[in-house]
């Protein structure tokens, strides 16, 4: 099956610093998504991308499908950022499961 | 809020028995996803019905079975439970079932086998 990797694992960013997310991803896709699993657990849907740049408000992911790889840009990281952010991909034709990475685990410190 | 309903939240059992997960997609939803995220396995796709038909399995044990009714919920049976059986249980839904559409959460079910 496709293989979804992402990095880094950890990252601690200080409140108001920017980060970036990547995924690398082994095969083509035509599912790409990046979600946000807060403190509580549950799973935000942050961006449906499987190519081309979205933004919203101060994230933006930009998808480069040709090279097999996701970035998840986090601007002016606030408290409420903190969580694990995963990509989650699903590969081209008919009815495919959708694989999750192992996440980024994130902590905006004040 | 994600539209996507499961219940219940919490779910404390004893090791052999049996449980049911539910779960009711967004409105205009068809298809339905189920995951299991445990601490050493990360979120692990189990299986995926769409319009009432079973159409991906994943690392789905024997012992766990799923369906999806004519109203669009759908069961996820556990039997026969063990420690390791214990975790988060999320099911997600989606337009089609092709991929081609994002997959919301609801908030999942925590099952803990004692």
């Known amino acids: 099956g496709i293989q979804v990797e992402q990095s880094p694992p950890d990252l601690i960013l200080q409140e108001g610093a920017n980060s970036t997310l990547r995924c690398n991803f082994s095969?083509?896709?035509?599912?790409l998504q990046w979600f946000h699993q807060n403190p509580w657990g549950q799973l935000i849907n942050l961006f449906y991308?499987?190519?081309g740049t979205k933004q919203n408000g101060r994230l933006s992911a930009t998808t480069v499908a040709t090279e097999r790889y996701s970035l998840l840009y986090i601007s002016s990281s606030q408290t409420t950022d903190s969580g694990v952010y995963f990509c989650?991909?699903?590969?081209?034709?008919?009815?495919?499961?959708?694989?999750f990475g192992t996440g980024t685990k994130l902590q905006v410190i004040p | 809020d994600s539209g996507v309903t499961q219940t219940p939240k919490h779910l404390i059992t004893a090791t052999g028995q049996r449980v049911t997960l539910r779960c009711s997609p967004r409105?205009?939803?068809?298809?339905v996803y189920w995951y299991q995220q445990s601490l050493d396995q990360g979120l692990q796709f189990l299986i995926q019905?769409?319009?009432?038909?079973?159409?991906a399995k994943g690392n789905i044990l024997e012992r766990f079975s799923a369906q999806q009714f004519p109203d669009l919920h759908s069961e996820l049976n556990l039997s026969s439970l063990e420690l390791g059986d214990s975790a988060l249980y999320f099911c997600?839904?989606?337009?089609?079932?092709?991929?081609?559409?994002?997959?919301?959460f609801g908030n999942g079910t925590r099952l803990t086998v004692t």
């Open positions: 989650a991909v699903g590969p081209f034709g008919g009815y495919q499961k959708v694989t």
């Open positions: 095969d083509s896709v035509n599912n």
């Open positions: 991308i499987p190519s």
């Open positions: 409105s205009g939803d068809l298809s």
């Open positions: 019905y769409y319009n009432g038909e079973e159409r």
């Open positions: 997600a839904s989606a337009p089609g079932g092709t991929g081609y559409s994002p997959l919301h």
